[in-house]
């Protein structure tokens, strides 16, 4: 009896209206590459960056996901718990999507996937984009990491010397594409200083 082949990883993008976009993108393009199915969801203020950042249109968005949904459609597949989504990256995310987030106000399907992605206790990275941070943001950033979830700001990893901005972003998804438990995200991994001489 031969064995089934193994389903794909499966990974909820969201695309929220802070800086940040080409985190976003360059998650969708590496999930391609690695055979990870996205389902991608992205807000109308999230494509008004998408547009302004990158000169992307929601179409050419769109088209770098194995599907996309509309905020509005709180009908989808990924607002069920069943639907069994490997985790959910909102990339990059804003206040408002974070404040939503922590308190449960599920009223689109972006914060709604959120919120079932918690539920499910499944991973969900919120790729954080404001400074500096007023009390309301660390606080919500608080009941996110209490429920569950981990914030990930995009912070830049200096001591790799990158040699580019594109290099920064690509270093950033592969960490947060390893802590989701992505098969073949390839941090680079830090060894030590090395004594010169």
């Keep these: 009896m031969s064995a089934l082949p193994a389903s794909p990883q499966r990974l909820i993008v969201g695309i929220s209206g802070a800086s940040g976009a080409a985190y976003g993108l360059q998650l969708l393009r590496r999930c391609r590459e690695l055979g990870v199915h996205t389902h991608l969801i992205a807000t109308p203020a999230g494509l008004l960056n998408v547009h302004h950042e990158l000169g992307l249109s929601r179409d050419a968005l769109e088209a770098e996901a194995t599907q996309a949904h509309a905020p509005g459609d709180v009908g989808a597949c990924v607002a069920s718990g069943s639907f069994g989504a490997t985790a959910m990256v909102v990339a990059p995310c804003s206040m408002k999507s974070l404040a939503a987030i922590a308190h449960g106000f599920g009223d689109n399907l972006l914060t709604r996937a959120a919120d079932v992605t918690l539920k499910e206790r499944r991973r969900l990275l919120l790729m954080v984009r404001e400074t500096p941070f007023n009390l309301a943001h660390l606080r919500n950033m608080t009941a996110v990491t209490e429920m569950g979830g981990i914030i ?33 995200a390839q941090p680079q991994r830090w060894q030590g200083l090395r004594e010169a001489g």
């Design 152 to 184: 990930f700001p995009p912070l830049p990893a200096f001591y790799l010397k990158p040699q580019s901005v594109d290099a920064l972003v690509a270093e950033g998804v592969e960490r947060v594409l390893d802590l989701c438990g992505i098969a073949g």
